[in-house]
């Protein structure tokens, strides 16, 4: 035996022994993936998907449109039948060319434009991907055709229909699919398939940390840890009861000003997006402006609080942060902060607290808060009843929303991003999730009470009570328009969640005398996590609210860089005189542990 014909012996048993080893992991991973769907508890299945009567009243409708109009429906499909006739033979024809320029080197087609799902350039010169990909945008194109031809439909009822439509073309993107998948096959033929085996351990840790549910990671959690090297500002907790931790940060001046900021971020997530990283701390960036900062800290919710409603988080939370930080620091007012839901519950406490003849609150800021839900946006397919009685159902079974209800809403409104790109990443080419703050931030989600996320859903989002007859809380009918310190509302310009139109619209029928509204560049996070150092993003302000949205953009005059400087600029007139710099806690408050505490580590449980 030659020594070539041992290296090829040697190299062919190593392949072997890693096929063995392979088919080894694949057999244990397999039982570990039928062990966890074994257990898995099974959810209302009216979270999947709409009631089929909406399928039903779009089907009837399109076709006795197309009864009454044939020559339209053969018109859509002569179309139809055209492109995909078209697909093949070009398809067919590239093959053709392929076989007769083989030998030839040709200049490499641009990959497709406008959709980073078709990069590769194998899907505009590979024939067999170039049909399937063109085939799979004819498809889309049609199923969008039919959905906009289907009349007798009311308007929400056709943006359902929109929604979901979008949502089947996207699942079916070829890139969902090994087989399909030029990335992925590439991948796998060059680790031997070992990219694939790493993509099924990928996907049943994932069924195991969730119980089952399919929730893809989108960070490498172990590169993280809460207090090591995110969420790091330095301070103190000197409060906590069953609804929150308070914590107040260490100065970072000799003096301060007087009146102390207490800031509520929203219980969907952590508070800690405020605090990331010291480069783009709000929190640390508050505090080096010469602030006394408070910041709430949500607790987790287990079934032990399926009782708590939204007046818990009233008194439990807002009042009692406000009575505490006044206590501390000895002054009679605050300045309020609240962000997203926390600024909603804010405008709440504001008008209940008017009822009280309570002046406790001096100025309040707005990041990102709906009050008015008359326009309930990409949100409009999520609010009808079919999925709020699904939600209510299973709410009923242990008492709280799953944060993963509230979390895939989200990110199925931005699918390909959220949803198929990581689980392609994870899943079929086998790679380890990125070590990226934010993102493992956003998997770092919290159940909701079930009183709280009925009360929520159905007075708030669908009756839209605040803005409309009124808002029962303690006895009291609460409106926006009692909404009267003076206030700055911060919106984002392509906010998803709280579109800044809407946010806008609740701000004209604030009762204050003294309104700022800033609109500034990128999305939900990203244009309130807008550090002053990074000089990203801009920022749009018009002093007249009386105008409609459009006109107020219109009129509105831009700023370069962060909105940070231009709300201090705002902060500091209502901040009252200097005064030396507060230690955290008082002799009524101690210390109790240091910051972040003990709620922001408390993982959600389904």
């Not at 078709?118 to 899907?123: G, T």
């Not at 089947?168 to 398939?193: H, Q, S």
């Not at 107040?248 to 509520?264: A, C, N, S």
């Not at 929203?266 to 602030?291: H, M, V």
Request: proline fraction near 5%; charged fraction near 25%.
């Amino acid at each position: 035996m030659t020594t070539t014909d041992k290296a090829i012996e040697a190299s062919s048993a190593e392949q072997i022994d890693r096929l063995k080893e392979n088919l080894e992991r694949v057999e244990q991973l397999s039982k570990r993936l039928m062990e966890v769907m074994a257990h898995k508890k099974p959810h209302n299945p009216g979270l999947d998907g709409p009631n089929q009567e909406l399928f039903a009243r779009a089907a009837s409708s399109y076709w006795t449109a197309m009864a009454q109009n044939p020559t339209k429906l053969l018109e859509q499909q002569v179309q139809y039948w055209g492109k995909s006739v078209l697909n093949f033979a070009e398809a067919q024809q590239m093959m053709a060319e392929a076989l007769a320029k083989k030998d030839e080197e040709g200049e490499a087609p641009k990959p497709a434009a406008n959709d980073r799902r078709f990069a590769n350039p194998m899907w505009e010169n590979n024939p067999y991907f170039k049909f399937v990909r063109d085939q799979y945008l004819t498809n889309a194109e049609a199923i969008r055709t039919a959905v906009e031809e289907v009349e007798d439909l009311d308007r929400i009822d056709k943006q359902r229909l929109s929604y979901f439509a979008d949502q089947i073309i996207n699942m079916m993107a070829p890139t969902n699919f090994l087989a399909t998948n030029p990335d992925a096959l590439e991948k796998a033929v060059e680790t031997e398939g070992q990219s694939l085996i790493d993509g099924l351990e990928n996907l049943v840790a994932d069924l195991e940390a969730n119980n089952g549910e399919l929730i893809v990671r989108l960070a490498d959690e172990s590169a993280f840890e809460i207090g090591r090297n995110i969420a790091t500002t330095p301070g103190q907790v000197v409060f906590r009861n069953r609804m929150m931790e308070l914590i107040q940060y260490t100065p970072t001046t000799e003096t301060v000003f007087e009146t102390p900021i207490v800031l509520f971020p929203p219980w969907i997530n952590k508070f800690y997006i405020l605090d990331l990283k010291e480069q783009n701390s709000l929190i640390k960036w508050i505090t080096d402006q010469g602030y006394t900062l408070f910041v709430v800290s949500w607790v987790n919710p287990n079934h032990d609080y399926a009782a708590i409603g939204m007046e818990d988080y009233v008194e439990d939370g807002f009042l009692k942060a406000i009575e505490v930080v006044k206590e501390i620091c000895g002054t009679k007012q605050v300045n309020a902060v609240g962000y997203c839901i926390a600024g909603t519950t804010l405008s709440l406490t504001l008008s209940l607290l008017k009822k009280r003849g309570d002046k406790s609150v001096k100025s309040a800021t707005f990041f990102t808060a709906l009050t008015d839900f008359s326009d309930q946006g990409d949100f409009t397919p999520f609010l009808q009843n079919d999925f709020v009685d699904a939600i209510e159902a299973e709410i009923g079974e242990d008492g709280v929303m799953p944060h993963y209800i509230m979390a895939r809403t989200f990110s199925f409104l931005r699918a390909n991003d959220l949803v198929y790109a990581p689980a392609i990443r994870s899943y079929m080419m086998g790679e380890t999730p990125p070590a990226f703050d934010l993102l493992y931030w956003n998997g770092d989600g919290a159940n909701l009470p079930g009183k709280m996320a009925v009360q929520y859903l159905r007075g708030l989002c669908q009756g839209n009570e605040f803005a409309g007859e009124g808002f029962e809380l303690f006895g009291e009918k609460l409106h926006v328009r009692d909404v009267d310190v003076p206030l700055m509302a911060i919106t984002c310009e392509t906010d998803h969640i709280a579109r800044w139109k809407d946010c806008y619209r609740g701000v004209q029928q604030m009762g204050s005398r003294s309104k700022t509204f800033v609109v500034s560049q990128s999305g939900h996070i990203a244009g309130i996590v807008n550090p002053v150092s990074r000089n990203k993003y801009g920022h749009y302000v018009n002093d007249d609210l009386k105008l409609d949205a459009d006109a107020w953009m219109d009129g509105a005059e831009f700023s370069q860089g962060s909105w940070w400087p231009r709300w201090e600029d705002w902060l500091k007139k209502r901040a009252g005189k200097q005064v030396p710099a507060r230690v955290p806690g008082s002799k009524a408050y101690p210390a109790l542990e240091a910051a972040p505490g003990q709620y922001v580590r408390a993982k959600a449980k389904l």
